[in-house]
């Protein structure tokens, strides 16, 4: 029988596998399933905490952090965390930034003092930097330098990676231009599919070489490993000339593909190491089979098997199941390509083989995947956007009144009225309020207005009597159809019940959006707003587990 300590350390091998190939969500939830059997382990705890954060949740893994015992472990990256995550918030550009350069700065040399740890020093020089003081990050990357030399590169590939990208680093924050071309090309044929760790390097590196702007054209050569998208031959780019054979390509660490493709296809990429990721447009039965895929209820819209992971879009019998996973996955491959600053390529099988082209273009893949609708023109996809207000049941009769005539009119219908052009349908009952828009970009929009308008609105009231509302938005197909109730034209469908049934595990003054919606929004080209994933949720009644993710 299989030890306690045996099966611990494969469930964090394997979330490790999925966290170096930039499968950050799978990655979470297998360590989070894992530290619910193992809830003492700091190395779970760490890559849960780590994976939360590679999801743009850093705030969440903040709290996460401090709620635990890391700090305690003599262990250099546990330690380190925190410190790691105080960098991220303030490379999120935040209004205090600067302060919380400094903050993070002296945390990793906190560190790096209890450890003697290179890592954290070096990162200590390179926040420094970053915050003004030239002399301090020169002095500890001198340091970091004169330890990390040319003569004691690790054997192992992963340690000898980190080796190197910490030479680079250093030789960056000192604008040692000679160093840091060394230290890239010893850097670049190691670790190719770990996608995590070179577009952070990546990243930071780019954050640096805008106050040592010599040194930009050297940091762009540093490899990051494309993200894919893999096309059937519906959607497949007509001329596949320029296409190379996947064996003399840059390998995808991550790939998206639709469910409805062969088994044995996505056998053949995994063969070649590439992570994927299966679009499904409803919970598939035999995943329930698998071993390794935790199926607790066929509404259940997420999970692994032993060579890939997979989501499900609840979709229903009438959509049009392959376009809209084929649309999904576009969207959600070119995102996380955009949030890895990494490249973007297309996969696609032609006369027996498997090609990579790099130069593909989205908008006529997209183009092509559209047109493969079959639905009639009435059922089009939507934004939906669902919000209530907090503890509404609970009022009095004098804050249901100013509900009724000072926040909603403010708030609710004063951002609609703004977006009105954009939107099919709006409504309200009781707290809730409904509405339909044409695109995912013009419901966002009205969310985080909404919000930002209920904010400002609280300031004036007291404490005990402001209102909040928690809003969910989603995006698919739905009927256009006639309520004979209201008798007027109405709009009706499974996936607005879908939609609705996330608002009451939304937080109160934040908004919680599908994967279906944030795909939309990568389509869409709409860069000022931000999805951060949330974890995988089970929604009211009964519904199924999804996974959430944040809107900013």
């Known amino acids: 029988m299989m030890q306690s300590s045996d099966g611990e350390k494969i469930a964090l091998a394997a979330a490790w596998r999925l966290q170096r190939t930039g499968n950050f969500v799978a990655a979470f939830d297998r360590a989070q399933d894992a530290l619910h059997r193992w809830p003492n382990s700091h190395a779970l ?3 849960s905490i780590l994976a ?12 996460a952090f401090r709620a635990s015992s890391l700090s305690a472990n003599s262990n250099e990256d546990f330690q380190a965390l925190e410190a790691r995550l105080l960098k991220d918030l303030a490379f999120n550009g935040r209004a205090n930034s600067e302060a919380m350069l400094v903050e993070a700065a002296a945390a990793y040399e906190r560190v790096s003092q209890r450890t003697d ?29 004169s330890r990390v030399t040319e003569f004691n590169v690790p054997r ?22 000679a160093l840091l071309k060394r230290a890239v090309a010893a850097a670049n044929p190691l670790c190719r599919q770990n996608s995590w760790a070179r577009s952070r390097t990546f990243l930071q590196m780019r954050r640096l070489s805008a106050v040592r702007a010599d040194c930009a054209d050297i940091v762009d050569g540093w490899y990051r490993p494309p993200v894919g998208l893999v096309l059937g031959g519906d959607s497949a780019p007509a001329d596949l000339k320029s296409a190379a054979g996947i064996e003399g390509s840059d390998m995808p660490a991550l790939a998206y593909c639709i469910g409805s493709g062969r088994e044995s296809e996505r056998d053949e990429l995994a063969a070649h190491g590439i992570q994927l990721h299966v679009i499904y447009p409803d919970t598939p039965a035999d995943k329930s089979k698998s071993a390794s895929a935790e199926i607790g209820s066929r509404r259940d819209a997420s999970g692994h098997c032993d060579t890939y992971t997979w989501s499900s879009l609840l979709l229903d019998e009438f959509d049009d199941r392959d376009r809209v996973c084929a649309e999904t996955a576009l969207g959600l491959s070119l995102g996380h390509a955009d949030a890895l600053s990494a490249p973007w ?14 130069d593909a273009d ?23 956007l669902f919000a209530d207000a907090v503890s509404y049941s609970s009022l009095n009769a004098t804050d249901t009144r100013r509900y009724w005539t000072n926040l909603l009119p403010r708030t609710g219908a004063a951002v609609l009225r703004r977006h009105s052009e954009a939107i099919v349908l709006r409504k309200t009952w009781g707290d809730a309020v409904h509405a339909v828009f044409r695109t995912a970009t013009a419901a966002a929009a009205a969310a985080l207005e909404i919000q930002a308008a209920t904010a400002q609105l609280a300031e ?5 009597r402001r209102l909040t509302f928690r809003i969910a938005v989603h995006y698919g197909p739905a009927d256009h159809g006639y309520d004979p109730v209201e008798e007027t034209p109405s709009i009706f469908g499974p996936q607005l019940s879908f939609a609705a049934r996330i608002v009451p595990v939304a937080p109160p003054g934040g908004v919680f959006v599908t994967e279906p919606f ?8 709409a860069n000022t707003m931000h999805c951060s994933y949330v974890g995988t949720t089970s929604l009211a009644k009964s519904y199924g587990r999804v996974r959430l993710l944040t809107l900013t």
Do not use: K, M
């Open 345 to 358: 390529v297309v996969l696609a099988r032609s006369n027996g083989r498997w090609l990579s082209l790099d």
């Open 156 to 177: 192992d590939e992963e340690a000898a990676y980190f080796h190197w990208a910490t030479q680079a680093e250093a030789a960056l924050v000192l604008g040692d231009q």
């Open 362 to 384: 989205p908008r006529l893949i997209r183009a092509a995947i559209t047109s493969q609708r079959t639905l009639p023109e009435d059922r089009s996809r939507y934004g939906f």
């Open 117 to 145: 740890g290179t890592y954290s020093l070096q990162n200590a020089a390179l926040l420094w930097l970053l915050a003004g003081d030239a002399e301090r990050a020169t002095r500890l990357a001198r340091s970091v330098a």
């Open 45 to 47: 705890e760490h890559l």
């Open 460 to 464: 004036e009231l007291e404490r005990d």
């Open 52 to 63: 939360l954060a590679s999801c743009g949740a850093t705030e969440a893994a903040l709290d």
């Open 518 to 525: 944030a795909a939309q929004l990568s389509l869409e080209e």
